[in-house]
C-alpha cells in the first residue's frame, strides 16, 4: 500500500471483493435479464394477460405495445413503460403490473445489477447470476462503441464504506498480461473518458496499465 501525496487517494495492489455486510446492505432489487419468464396483467382486460419469456438480450413483444427493451429493469419500471404505451391510444386508464414467475423468482430474488456507462453501445443496469468478469460486463452493455477509449476503464466498488477504484485496460487483458477482473454487483464500471475518469488523470499518467491495473482507495465521491 502506498499514499500518492496530494493526491486524496492511496493505490493498492488488488480491488477488494465486497464482504458479507456489504452484500446485506446492498439494495435488493431484482432485473430481468435474458430468458427471464414473467408474468404481465392489464387489470380489466383479460386478453392481456400473459406469460413472458424474454429472449437472449432480455427483449419481449407484448400485444398493442410492441417490442420492450428488459434487460437491467425492474418489474415495475416495465410495468410503467407498458401503461405508458397503452395509456390513451388502447387503453383509458391501464393499471399494469408484472411480476417474476414462481419457478424463476427465486433465482431473480438473488440477482443484482452491474451499471455499465460511458463508451458502450448500451449503457445501463445488467443483472449478474453467477460469476462475471469485466470483459462479460461491457459484453451484456453490448460492446464498446467505434470510438471507445479502452485503456482507461474504471471500476468502481464500496467495501465496508470505502470508495474503491479499478482502473484497467482492456487490450491487456485481452492480450492476457493481466486476469480479467471479477465484477460484482452494486459495481459501477465506466469505459473511456468521463469526469470520473479525469480525477484520476495525473496518476493514469504515471502508471502502466499495459502490464499490471492501477487500483485506488480513496475519499472521492462517486456520483453513478
Do not use: C, W
Amino acid at each position: 500500500m502506498a499514499t500518492v501525496p496530494a493526491s486524496g487517494v492511496t493505490l493498492l495492489e488488488a480491488l477488494p471483493q465486497p464482504t458479507s455486510g456489504d452484500a446485506r446492505q446492498a439494495t435488493r432489487q431484482s432485473y430481468v435479464g435474458s430468458f427471464t419468464e414473467l408474468t404481465v396483467d392489464v387489470y380489466g382486460v383479460s386478453d392481456l394477460q400473459r406469460d413472458i419469456l424474454t429472449d437472449g438480450e432480455g427483449k419481449f413483444s407484448f400485444p398493442l405495445v410492441g417490442t420492450l427493451e428488459g434487460a437491467g429493469k425492474s418489474p415495475t419500471q416495465l410495468a410503467a413503460e407498458i401503461e405508458d404505451r397503452l395509456r390513451g391510444r388502447f387503453v383509458r386508464d391501464p393499471q399494469v403490473t408484472v411480476n417474476f414467475k414462481a419457478t424463476s423468482a427465486a433465482t431473480h430474488l438473488l440477482s443484482q445489477a452491474v451499471t455499465v456507462d460511458g463508451q458502450v453501445q448500451r449503457p445501463g443496469q445488467y443483472p449478474l447470476v453467477g460469476r462475471a468478469t469485466l470483459m462479460r460486463a461491457v459484453s451484456l452493455a453490448g460492446g464498446l462503441t467505434e470510438l471507445a477509449k479502452r485503456d482507461e476503464v474504471l471500476v468502481f466498488r464500496k467495501v465496508d464504506n470505502r470508495q474503491y477504484v479499478g482502473i484497467y485496460n482492456l487490450e491487456a487483458i485481452r492480450r492476457g498480461n493481466y486476469a480479467d477482473p471479477e465484477i460484482f454487483p452494486n459495481d459501477v464500471v465506466i469505459v473511456g473518458d468521463s469526469p470520473q475518469r479525469r480525477l484520476f488523470e495525473d496518476i493514469i499518467k504515471a502508471a502502466t496499465l499495459l502490464s499490471t491495473p492501477l487500483i485506488v482507495l480513496t475519499n472521492l465521491t462517486n456520483n453513478n
